[in-house]
């Protein structure tokens, strides 16, 4: 879809500079405001380790009873295990609210960057009389490239449902490139509607839609601190869906989540492939996603991705290793659509014929278990290469 202000949500308003949070001048401060004050869901990290704006953010939905009218942003420091975290995204939260002339509950945070730095409140507070002036509905790609970090390039993704009584308008942003291994949300995603959309039917929706978006990706194994996705729902188009109609809602979000989470494991760290796992036959679907996620964890099978080595060994021991319950003798390994495995012995294949295959930016893995088993789940993942080292060998410096 071309961007342009008349496919974006209506009642949105996007702002970023910079603000000197990052070390290079480059925008680190962005935006979000809902003209209306929005229906809002979220989803945070599980990590035990959560940052400062995570805790805000979960306390200012509570008490606002699922409100928000803006999102403030920053990149370049996490605020996460510092002496003054929790003072500094309150007092960021609050000064937002000041110039907005919204209620402090109805302001969120999210933050990402570098952990354990002590951030100065002074840098957001006094960039925001600035950034407030240079809300505009047209600023959405602003806000998108603000928020990164190591990613190479920003994550956006549209929809539009024509329903009933109207077209809504559905626009993501997000978010990712290392840390990813969502465990409720990933990184930063912030996903807007102008649907009317209640705040309980929301947050249902949103539970579901992550499930099989952010919740099947991984780059490398870890949680980040920070994991933040929000969706807001400010009714500016005048549309309520009809409750036999939010279905046809909740697969458009899904759809643009799932663009989301799929740009984030294209951008993964140091990434030259982009990796896709089909599971089928599981007992259940829940099983199906962990041995899928093992898959996508392994070192072993990201690497031999990366070299373009048909190790069909790998995969097959990752799955193994996650407790479910399958029987290997019945289980067979497919990759680039070729069979690799047959019952859990080697299956023969043209070996340089599959290699070349492997050479190109996208893979497929599919691992299918014979028998009465149901589950199914689909997973993304990238390969795993010595740049990835480099990246995160340096990050601090």
């Not at 003072?87 to 109805?106: E, F, G, H, N, S």
């Not at 019952?343 to 930016?361: I, M, N, T, V």
Request: glycine share 8%; net charge positive.
């Amino acid at each position: 879809m071309n961007l342009t202000p008349s496919n974006l949500p209506l009642g949105f308003a996007y702002a970023a500079t910079y603000a000197g949070i990052r070390n290079v001048e480059k925008n680190d401060l962005a935006l979000i405001v809902s003209g209306l004050a929005a229906n809002a869901a979220a989803v945070f990290t599980q990590n035990r380790v959560a940052a400062a704006p995570v805790k805000l953010s979960r306390r200012h939905l509570k008490v606002s009873r699922g409100l928000a009218g803006a999102i403030l942003i920053n990149a370049g420091n996490a605020n996460c295990v510092t002496r003054t975290g929790d003072a500094v995204a309150l007092a960021t939260a609050k000064a937002a609210a000041r110039v907005l002339k919204l209620p402090v509950a109805q302001v969120l945070t999210a933050s990402t960057g570098v952990i354990g730095v002590e951030m100065d409140p002074k840098k957001i507070t006094a960039a925001l009389p600035g950034l407030v002036a240079g809300l505009s509905p047209e600023r959405f790609e602003d806000v998108a490239c603000a928020i990164m970090t190591t990613d190479l390039v920003p994550k956006t993704a549209f929809a539009q449902v024509k329903l009933r009584r109207g077209t809504i308008r559905i626009a993501g942003m997000t978010k990712g490139s290392g840390m990813i291994q969502p465990l409720m949300a990933t990184t930063l995603g912030f996903v807007m509607t102008d649907a009317q959309i209640p705040a309980a039917p929301l947050r249902a929706l949103l539970r579901r839609s992550v499930e099989t978006s952010y919740n099947r990706i991984s780059v490398d194994g870890d949680t980040s601190t920070n994991d933040t996705l929000v969706l807001l729902a400010n009714g500016a188009s005048g549309v309520r869906p009809d409750p036999k109609e939010l279905a046809k809602v909740e697969e458009s979000v899904t759809r643009v989540m799932q663009s989301l989470a799929q740009a984030i494991a294209r951008d993964g760290e140091g990434a030259r492939k982009f990796i896709t796992i089909e599971v089928s036959g599981a007992p259940t679907n829940d099983a199906a996603v962990r041995l899928a996620r093992a898959i996508a964890n392994s070192p072993l099978v990201k690497t031999a991705i990366g070299g373009s080595d048909p190790n069909w060994g790998r995969i097959l021991s990752a799955a193994g290793n996650t407790g479910v319950a399958f029987d290997p003798s019945r289980t067979d390994v497919y990759m680039q659509g070729v069979a690799v495995c047959r019952g859990g012995l080697a299956a023969p294949f043209p070996e340089a014929d599959l290699k070349q295959k492997l050479d190109g930016p996208e893979c497929e893995i599919r691992l299918a278990i014979r028998g009465r088993g149901k589950g199914t789940a689909t997973f993304w993942t990238c390969d795993l290469t010595e740049e990835y080292i480099r990246i995160n060998g340096s990050y601090r410096t």
